[in-house]
T-cell receptor, first 112, second 115 residues
Framework: DAGITQSPRHKVTETGTPVTLRCHQT?????MYWYRQDPGHGLRLIHY???????DKGEVSDGYSVSRSKTEDFLLTLESATSSQTSVYFC???????????FGPGTRLTVT | AQSVTQPDIHITVSEGASLELRCNYS??????LFWYVQSPGQGLQLLLK??????LVQGIKGFEAEFKRSQSSFNLRKPSVHWSDAAEYFC?????????????FGTGTRLTIIP
């Protein structure tokens, strides 16, 4: 399995609080992605990165921001968490934009 | 933009029986295609991928998939399922034309195995 870790693995937070999720890779892959997974919706892309300090929006980016200051780390921030952001968040990496993506174990976030 | 459809939300098969999970895609040219498996509480694991060449692709865990351009399909098969194959399966597609293409996932098929 690709070397991808996510932290924390579980988090419960209150509405309106900021939350940061971390994705760490040891594969030196250029591309990194954040997805959310919800029943009936499959996986939806939030943001992605194509290099250090290079990021772009996905299909469900509202309410989320990202940062990538090092090749190995990609952070997802919810500036002010809402109940609609309760979900399971997955990080993925790939060597190229059209190559296979490899996924981390996920973070289960509950916003109360 | 591409899209992918998995027509079956839930499939139940007996252990030892054969399996076929359907995947249909929409894209103007030949796409790149993937199958992933997700066990409960786990991340997605890549089963196999198709980029070009032989239309029958072999993957891990005894799975294979066949790309059929005429039917816009990429169905996943296994000749004999094991109880450990119970999981959710996702088909995914990305455009092959160089550009700002993103991987698009189907909504998944949940596989239940009965003894």
């Amino acid at each position: 399995d690709a070397g991808i870790t996510q932290s924390p693995r579980h988090k419960v937070t209150e509405t309106g609080t900021p939350v940061t999720l971390r994705c760490h890779q040891t594969e030196n892959h250029r591309y990194m992605y954040w997805y959310r997974q919800d029943p009936g919706h499959g996986l939806r892309l939030i943001h992605y990165s194509y290099g250090v300090k290079d990021t772009d929006k996905g299909e469900v980016s509202d309410g989320y921001s990202v940062s990538r200051s090092k090749t190995e780390d990609f952070l997802l921030t919810l500036e002010s968490a809402t109940s609609s952001q309760t979900s399971v968040y997955f990080c993925a990496i790939s060597e190229s934009s059209q190559g296979a993506q490899y996924f981390g174990p996920g973070t289960r976030l509950t916003v109360t | 933009a591409q899209s992918v459809t998995q027509p079956d939300i839930h499939i139940t098969v007996s252990e030892g029986a054969s399996l076929e999970l359907r995947c249909n895609y929409s894209y103007g040219a030949t796409p790149y295609l993937f199958w992933y498996v997700q066990s409960p509480g786990q991340g997605l694991q890549l089963l196999l991928k198709y980029f070009s060449g032989d239309t029958l692709v072999q993957g891990i865990k005894g799975f294979e998939a066949e790309f059929k351009r005429s039917q816009s399909s990429f169905n996943l098969r296994k000749p004999s399922v094991h109880w450990s194959d119970a999981a959710e399966y996702f088909c995914a597609v990305v455009g092959s034309n160089f550009g700002n293409e993103k991987l698009t996932f189907g909504t998944g098929t949940r596989l239940t195995i009965i003894p």
